[in-house]
């Protein structure tokens, strides 16, 4: 099933009664900045590979004229009509063979667990490197104005993705869940955000205001995830020692919003009132605990005015910086369990 914007922006409406017209408008701007015309999702799936008591999957769909998206399903091999499903996002460098411990976790616990390359990611990678692809994209980005690789088009391919989930008969798609780590951490707030079709979310060392970080100088830690990037932008601009001011301005060419309207306090409050659970680390430098903190508030505040405090929770995880703990991936399968029901 395929949702129109017009159609994903007004279905979001009755989600949060109590959301502003504000709200809405983010809702609205966000979908218009990275809607592109559509083309059939062409699916190719291939036959089931069984191991032990799990099935996999690979496939591929079309999410917009000549980007085909790799991924892998996992689920259990005993049949049992719909389930809910997890989608897992990784985090930058990464590919999605790296999600495939925590997929499988999942798909013992009863759920379809299913992974794709970012952009410029994995089997995306048109040199087969990923950070040396995924920079070089950001750079004609910050030079064109095309493209969102930082971040926003891979919202626009998990959004792809639930609409081929959609179709599928062994996925309820009432129940699908979206989890992500750093990169896709922030990936998983911004998708889920707009998308009403994310029943539950579980963004990982993502969850920040770079707005912030831009204003207490602390945005060095996030740049430096594609500093070969920032530099070369630096480099076309003449600038020979960036600080906050060059960085915003790499921010309106690579991502626009990103440290005002569709900033981390803005867009997690738009989750409300489906479950949200944050996980960072109490000393994560690209995650600061104060800008951090700012997005905690105004998701407290949404979600108590919404009457679903209980469907909002943040997870610090001690004595740690950027990586997710062990504790943190069980508590992240722990609340799908509760919330989706496998």
């Known amino acids: 099933m395929r949702f129109p914007l017009v159609l994903l922006i007004a279905a979001v409406t009755p989600l949060a009664a109590t959301a502003d017209t504000a709200g809405q408008a983010t809702r609205s701007d966000f979908l218009r900045l990275i809607d592109r015309p559509r083309v059939p999702l062409s699916p190719v799936v291939s036959a089931p590979i069984k191991d032990g008591v799990l099935l996999r999957i690979n496939f591929s769909y079309t999410t917009e004229a000549g980007e085909r998206v790799p991924g892998i399903l996992i689920e259990p091999a005993v049949a049992n009509g719909r389930r809910a499903t997890v989608i897992a996002l ?23 667990a299913v992974a794709i ?18 920079d070089a994209a950001i750079v004609r980005a ?83 995830t594609i500093q070969p990037a920032f530099d070369q932008a630096a480099r076309d601009a003449g600038v020979g020692t960036p600080g906050p001011d060059f960085v915003r301005t790499f921010y309106d060419r690579v991502a626009p919003g990103i440290y005002g309207e569709f900033d981390g306090p803005s867009m997690v409050t738009l989750i409300a009132p489906r479950p949200l659970l944050a996980i960072n680390g109490d000393s994560d430098p690209r ?31 001690p004595h740690t910086g950027h990586r997710v703990t062990t504790e943190g991936f069980a508590r992240a399968v722990a ?3 509760r919330w989706l029901r496998p």
Request: proline share 4%.
């Open 117 to 134: 390359d970012g952009r410029y990611h994995g089997a995306r990678a048109p040199s087969g490197k990923s950070a040396i692809d995924y």
């Open 90 to 112: 990784h985090g930058t460098g990464a590919r999605k063979e790296t999600e495939i411990p925590l997929m499988r976790t999942l798909a013992k616990a009863g759920f379809i």
């Open 287 to 317: 995650t600061p605990q104060p800008g951090l903190r700012e997005c905690v508030d105004a998701a407290n505040a949404t979600y108590g005015a919404d009457g679903a405090g209980d469907r909002f929770s943040l997870f610090i995880q």
């Open 142 to 224: 910050y030079r064109t104005g095309r493209e969102h690789p930082f971040f926003y088009d891979s919202v626009w391919d998990v959004m792809r993705l639930i609409d081929w989930l959609d179709t599928r008969d062994d996925v309820d798609a009432r129940r699908i869940g979206l989890m992500g780590i750093s990169k896709g951490g922030i990936e998983t707030y911004l998708a889920a955000a707009v998308d009403p079709r994310v029943a539950v979310a579980v963004p990982c060392i993502g969850v920040e205001s770079f707005r912030w970080a831009l204003d207490h100088d602390s945005w060095h830690s996030r740049i430096g």
């Open 335 to 337: 609340w799908f369990v």
